[in-house]
């Protein structure tokens, strides 16, 4: 049973536009959220997260967004650049029940950022 | 930077060999932990250490041991590898016992594994 999803495998944009990368989440306990990126041939790097007490966050070109209602969220990169071509994972993690702090990862969602 | 190395970084074996990955880090974390990536599935977690001689099963523990007998050193044993064990296997921490209020996980640069 996948408790966090990301229904895109991929998704390709155009330098300076925006992209878009989703995810959504069936597991009410989840109540911290992360997102990850991930470069051939290196281990994931954080990026950016958000508690469930906000909606959104905001880092420089990235933001992420959470509809806690839809069991959703979102992250924004604007403007993309082709750097941010990488493989994106959303992250969750129950912040009550003693788990260790451990981490659910959705599948990722591969980004490729055109000039 | 997180100061996580992982040994080997690559590494050929044979069906039914014993493996074993090394995790090491600098900077005295309590919390440790081992995962698999492999295409269509993202990360999964195998498993996990909160301490020295303390470790516990993640969600795809079967065929995989751990040890933790120094703060710095996590191991990964794969007890007889099969094919199905080829796969990139990424060690991380996370800082929790620190100041830091936050939840994020630092991981290591991997392991890719290939079992003929």
């Known amino acids: 049973d996948q408790q966090v999803k990301q229904n895109s495998p991929s998704l390709s944009v155009q330098e300076g536009r925006i992209s878009i990368l989703n995810c959504d989440y069936t597991?009410?306990?989840?109540?911290?959220f992360l997102w990850y990126k991930k470069y051939p041939a290196e281990g994931p790097t954080f990026l950016i997260s958000?508690?469930?007490?906000?909606d959104k966050n905001e880092d420089g070109r990235f933001t992420v967004f959470l509809n806690k209602s839809a069991k959703h969220l979102s992250l924004h990169i604007v403007p993309s650049q082709p750097g941010d071509s990488a493989v994106y994972f959303c992250?969750?993690?129950?912040?009550?029940?003693?788990?260790?702090?451990?981490?659910?990862f959705g599948k990722g969602t591969l980004l490729t950022v055109n000039p | 930077d997180a100061g996580i190395t992982q040994s080997p970084r690559h590494k050929v074996t044979e069906t039914g060999t014993p493996v074993t990955l090394r995790c090491h880090q600098t900077?005295?974390?309590?919390?440790m932990y081992w995962y698999r990536q492999d295409p269509g599935h993202g990360l999964r977690l195998i498993h996990y250490?909160?301490?020295?001689?303390?470790?516990d099963k993640g969600e795809v523990s079967d065929g995989y041991s751990v040890s933790r007998s120094k703060t710095e050193d996590f191991l990964l044993t794969l007890e007889s590898a099969t094919s199905s064990q080829t796969s990139v296997y990424f060690c991380?921490?996370?800082?929790?016992?620190?100041?830091?209020?936050?939840?994020?996980?630092?991981f290591g640069p991997g392991t890719r594994l290939t079992v003929t």
């Open positions: 250490s909160y301490g020295v001689k303390d470790t």
């Open positions: 900077e005295n974390h309590r919390y």
């Open positions: 991380a921490i996370t800082n929790r016992d620190g100041q830091s209020s936050s939840y994020e996980q630092y």
């Open positions: 597991n009410s306990m989840f109540d911290y």
């Open positions: 992250a969750a993690k129950k912040l009550r029940g003693g788990s260790n702090y451990k981490l659910t």
């Open positions: 958000i508690s469930s007490i906000k």
